[in-house]
């Protein structure tokens, strides 16, 4: 009984804060698990991509953040897209976008409407823009089409075939 | 094996003239170009720069096939680099081969460089104890070089200019600030921001003013390894203006050439402008 009520209460209070949060979205990525003799973490940015290929948030960039001095930004142009609309007139590290490289495995990123990323989001359709490049590898670029603000919660995937394995965007109201 | 038939073409003018009238004639009629059937071209390790202070390395050679040194070296006596600021950066590691310049060069600020080699002087062709002679330098040197005996003298003025651009981070466009003097290219699409399948526009200027009907030809690089050179054809429209897609990623040779008689030297009665770019087009 007492159980009942502690669920009960502690799922009112979720549903409360995600309320309150407004609506949110969660990036699920894996980086592949790769058989090569010589095997760097990938350099990956995220972000949402508006009319035009115009950039209208970005997510996250994780590249070699502490390499030597700031010599890992030397690779960030080999994620052409992004260095193309956005990156190279950015002073990175930008705060809260800029991460470390991630091992092989799944990851997941979590915004809100709340977020400095998304809080400038206009109601619309956009598209998120995940875009990997590897040292002695190759680079590969997704996308998944989606509407701003979502109406309902719901799932939308994509996989990629060389440097990125399945991509998932969550979309809660 | 061309050239050697040009030789013997202009002993026959000789014979057929005398000295005078045929060097008055050989000065109208000046072709120039003929003697520097070569391409030239500057060929740089990287275009578009992440991060700072990172090296690029330049090849610079004359050769016909893109981008191969299978002829000779180009000089690098007018080696100019521009820098983002307005300013000026001195290259380092110069060096000349047989078969091409190499010189290095350190990305110090973030914008855009233009590196240009540009060759502004006199050409001559003369006959000395019947030995054929080609000459290149300025009009100061041009009085001084050439002896006086000299016979079948024609001279023609040259600006020959190589050009290629490099970029850290975002690009800018103070160095496409042209000098006014020769052929010139502004680009209106920014020529480190080139993508297979788009369309740049690039202006083409004679003496600072819009060059309208200059032929265009552009060939893309690793020509070796395919039966057609790929080379595209433009003309510069009434505003000088070239409009061009790229139909792959690679480096590309861009080049436009210009006569004219509006000549800076009293030797010579024709001039011939050539612009070169090297520029690379990225895959989307």
Redesign the interface.
Known sequence: MRLTVIVATLAALVWGVAQAAGPSLRVEVEIPRLRVAEYHPPYVAFWIEGEGHAVAANLAVWYEIDHHGGEGEKWLKDLRQWWRRSGRGLDMPVDGVAGATRRPGRHTLTFDSGDGALSGLAPGDYRLVVEAAREVGGREVRRLDFHWPPRDAHTLETRGEDELGEIKLHLVP | MVSGGKRSDMKRYANAFPLKAALVLALMLAVPGLAEAHRFWLLPSST?????G?WITVDAARSNDMFYFNHNAMGLNGLRVKTPDGGGAEPANRFTGELRSVFDLRIEQQGTYKIAVVDDGLFARYRIDGEHRRWFGTADEFATDIPDDAEELRASERINRAETFV?A???TREVFEPTGRGLELVPETHPN?L?AGETARFRLLVDGEPAAGVDVTVVPGGARYRDDPGTMKFVTDDEGMVELTWPHAGMYWLEAGVSDDRVSSEYAAQRRLTYVATLEV???
């Open positions: 578009v720069l992440s991060g700072d990172d970029t981070g975002a690009p921001d993508y990225l895959p989307l």
